[in-house]
């Protein structure tokens, strides 16, 4: 990035130019005073007293014009005939006032330094320049007329090369200046930049972020804590009423820093958070940074890695433990089929069979973890194909029990593998079914899709009409193995969940206000998975 030059457009290049003005008008005015004074007999060494007294009164006067009239300057070259013009007139002044005995000489050099100040390069050589030339013509001509000015040559000289080496040296620092202030524009954008992306990074991370004064009060808290923490604002606030279980862990955490805090929910529905602390120095005042972490995500991995270790461990011994419940079951199977058998022994035979049944089914389910295969995404019509599954299903539906199907939009269109998707809503409709007819003699599910308008994605729920899931176990319904059923094997919300993630679309359970059980399935837009 290169370094920005001083103009005078910016805003220091205006307040130098002012000052500029004000120097000049003070000169004028000091030269005034001078000749207005009682110094009328230092006046008489001069060449052409009289000629010095008009020039000062011009010079003040053209100055007090040039300080009203050139305030905002639109061009660079107005600025060069202010100092070739002041340089003239300190000249002139030079020439009248008999050369270098009079010092008007030092009065040029600061003119010049100033000048180059505002006009860099050429034009400020130019300006060095025409001092110079001024002060050597104008001794020569002094010399003419006064032999005794023959002495000033030496001095002269050395007054224009001063004018050469002010317009070098404030040129040279005037250049470091503005390199140096460059330099820190540069290096303060970048801090702000940076600052802005921790900022960006900090807001978007999920892990929740907290800073705390000792007081106990938020001094920053990211979405990701928000968010976990179930709050939309807390900048500002005490964390004891906002969320009193952290504040405990972070009591115990204060009286003993090597014990592992332990785990809080922030509301009673609301996800299990692991919290982490440590400590910010900042001189003599000492802050408290907070980490939360969503450990349920971490529990559901952990899960995953279960069941993908014990569907490998249920494919190795499937052979192994399906051959003897096979015998088991056909045994059973046999016994019931004797004539020799009474009542309870029959029922007893019955129960050996159900379990056998039952046992094969946890086998089977968990083998489809480990062998689901992947999906193959198509372009549906939901509508369509709702319509479809219904009446195929209805197909094989005793008497007292119905699916219904109702659909709102024309157009509601998802890619998802068609035979999964089978699967998935083929268990949800059976539970229906089946918590249907525990509260009602005809069990009814019905089938409802739409457009959701605040996603603009398909959705289908699965309602029916039973007792719902109680408060206490919808957060576990879709944990695999959990069943309140005494024949459930506790795997197919699991699975249908799974299924519906690897589509990219999204299972949930929802209560309705009228009763019963409502799950969601959210689809993907037809072009994310294209």
Known sequence: MG???????????????????????????????LVSSDLHSDLMTMSNPQAFTYGAWI????????????????HEVSVLALAVLDVSLLSALFYFAGGTPSGIGNLLIVAVAIANVLLRGRLGFLIAAVAATGLIYL???LSLANPQASSQYVQAAALGTLCFAAALLVQGLTRRLQDSESLARQ?????????????????????????????????????GALELLGQTELTGERLAPRC????????????NPTLRPGNFQAAPD????????????????????????????????????????????????????????????HAAQLLQESDALEGPDLRLAQIIQDHSRRMNLVIENVLQLSRRRQAEPQLLDLKYWAHRFASEFR???????????????????????????????TNLVQNGLRYSAKRHDEAQVWLRLFRDEASDLPVMEVLDDGP????????????????????????????????????QARLDYREREEGGSCFRIVFAHPRKLA
């Not at 003040?60 to 305030?71: D, H």
């Open 244 to 255: 009193p279980e952290l504040l405990k862990a972070l009591q115990r955490w204060r009286d």
């Open 395 to 425: 197909t094989s539906l005793p008497p007292h029990q119905s699916v219904h199907v109702a659909t709102q939009g024309s157009s509601l269109q998802t890619r998802m593998d068609p035979n999964q998707l089978i699967q998935v809503l």
């Open 468 to 503: 719902g899931v109680p408060p206490d176990e919808v957060q576990n319904i879709f944990e695999p193995f959990f069943t309140t059923e005494s024949k459930g094997t506790g795997l197919g919300l699991y699975i249908s969940r799974e299924l519906c993630e690897s589509n």
């Open 59 to 74: 010079y003040l006067i053209l100055n007090i014009l040039a300080a009203v009239l050139l305030q905002n300057p639109r």
């Open 139 to 141: 001794t020569f001509y």
């Open 3 to 33: 370094t920005e030059r001083l103009t005078l457009f910016s805003p220091q290049g205006r307040r130098i130019l002012r000052l500029y003005h004000l120097y000049r008008v003070t000169i004028g005015l000091v030269l005034v005073l």
């Open 270 to 329: 609301g996800v299990i958070l692991q919290p982490s602390f440590a400590s910010l120095q900042h001189g003599v005042k000492r802050d408290t940074l907070v980490f939360l972490e969503d450990i349920s995500q971490i529990a559901q991995k952990a899960q995953q890695l279960k069941l993908a270790s014990l569907g490998r461990l249920t494919a190795s011994i499937a052979h192994e433990i399906r051959n003897p419940l096979g015998a088991i079951s």
């Open 187 to 223: 290096r303060a954008e970048e801090v702000a930049n940076l600052e802005a992306l921790n900022a960006q990074i900090l807001q978007r991370m999920r892990t929740g972020i907290l800073v705390l004064d000792p007081q106990d009060r938020v001094l920053l808290a990211n979405q």
